[in-house]
C-alpha cells in the first residue's frame, strides 16, 4: 500500500533553516508528481510546493519563493522541502502528498518558528 513518512521538523528562531524529508513506498515513485502542503488550525492545507517526476519543474507558494526549495531522489524514493528564512507564519504541520492535489498523505510533520 501507499506509504509516505515525513521527518525532519521541529522548533526554529525566525531566519533559520530546516529540511524536511519524506520517504514513499508502495507505488513507482518515478511517476508521480509530489509534493509539500501545509495546514494550520482552523485553514485548509494549502500547497507548499510541488514537483514533476520526469521533468523536475516545480511550482511553488508566492509566500515560499525565493525562501523554500523542494527536490525529490528518485533512487531513495524521498522528496526533500530545504526551508530557509523561515518565519513564524510557516508554523504549520508539513505534509508528504502523492500527486498535487494529493491522492495520498503522510502524517505530518510539526514545524513551530518562534523566538
Known amino acids: 500500500q501507499v506509504q509516505l513518512e515525513e521527518s525532519g521538523g521541529g522548533w526554529v528562531q525566525p531566519g533559520g533553516s530546516l529540511r524536511l524529508s519524506c520517504i514513499a513506498s508502495g507505488f513507482p515513485f518515478s511517476y508521480y508528481t509530489m509534493s509539500w502542503y501545509r495546514q494550520v488550525p482552523g485553514k485548509e492545507r494549502e500547497l507548499v510546493a510541488n514537483?514533476?517526476?520526469?521533468?523536475?519543474?516545480?511550482t511553488y507558494a508566492d509566500s515560499v519563493k525565493g525562501r523554500f526549495t523542494i527536490s525529490r531522489d528518485g533512487l531513495r524514493n524521498m522528496i526533500f522541502l530545504q526551508m530557509n528564512d523561515l518565519k513564524p507564519e510557516d508554523t504549520a504541520v508539513y505534509y508528504c502528498?502523492?500527486?498535487?492535489?494529493?491522492?495520498?498523505w503522510g502524517q505530518g510533520t510539526q514545524v513551530t518558528v518562534s523566538s
Open positions: 514537483i514533476h517526476p520526469t521533468t523536475g519543474s516545480t
Open positions: 502528498g502523492r500527486r498535487s492535489p494529493p491522492d495520498h
